[in-house]
């Protein structure tokens, strides 16, 4: 196998698509993801199923030719720091102002063709999350981007985050600093297998966002 073959489907997939893990000092397997720390290291892909597989199978001895231990809750502390990850450049984001908060803020930067993704709280209303679906949809269907939105976080991981209290929605916008929180967000939703709502920009969804 070369180097960016995952050991569970034996298929070559991008870096991007892919986890690394290496032996820790106490034998321990450690998800690398910055892809930065010494020594041997072994890939899966980028999906919860797959490095759950890979330590029910216990392939990561023979893939890292060493005596190592795989935790039972790797695939969770994999998405604890993904999560960790995410957070963490969406609050660098907020500080660099590629963020923007609350129902109406966010509306208008989708309106306003600056937002490149939504993040809502677990705890939205359906009510909020509607309302900025209908400006989602209304972007699109005049040819604009069509903006994904994302249901990852709890509302405290959010606030926390971001830096206020009680963040419910939020627009990542199309700066620099937002672009590198987006590939968190993308990267975080296809471990947890989540795919991100995407607006449709046919007439029937325009229509239905003006009723």
Known sequence: MNDR????TRKTREPEELIRFVAGPDGAVVPDLKRKLPGRGCWVGAEKG????????DL??????????????????VDALMVSGA???????????AVALGATKVE???????AVAVLHAA??????????????RAAAHVGGEKVPAFRLFSEAEMSLALGATNVIHAAVLDRGPGEAALKRLVTLAAF???APDIPASGA????EDME
């Open 123 to 136: 705890e939205a209303s359906q009510d909020g999350i509607r309302k900025i679906t209908a400006a989602r």
């Open 60 to 77: 990561f001895k023979r893939a890292l030719k060493a005596p190592v231990s795989a935790p039972p809750d790797l695939a969770e502390r």
């Open 50 to 57: 797959l490095v759950e597989k890979a330590v029910a199978k």
């Open 192 to 194: 947890r297998g989540i």
């Open 204 to 207: 029937a969804d325009a229509a």
């Open 108 to 114: 208008a930067a989708v309106r306003g063709g600056k």
């Open 5 to 8: 073959t995952c050991i569970v």
């Open 87 to 97: 957070l963490g450049t969406l609050g660098l984001a907020r500080k660099a102002g």
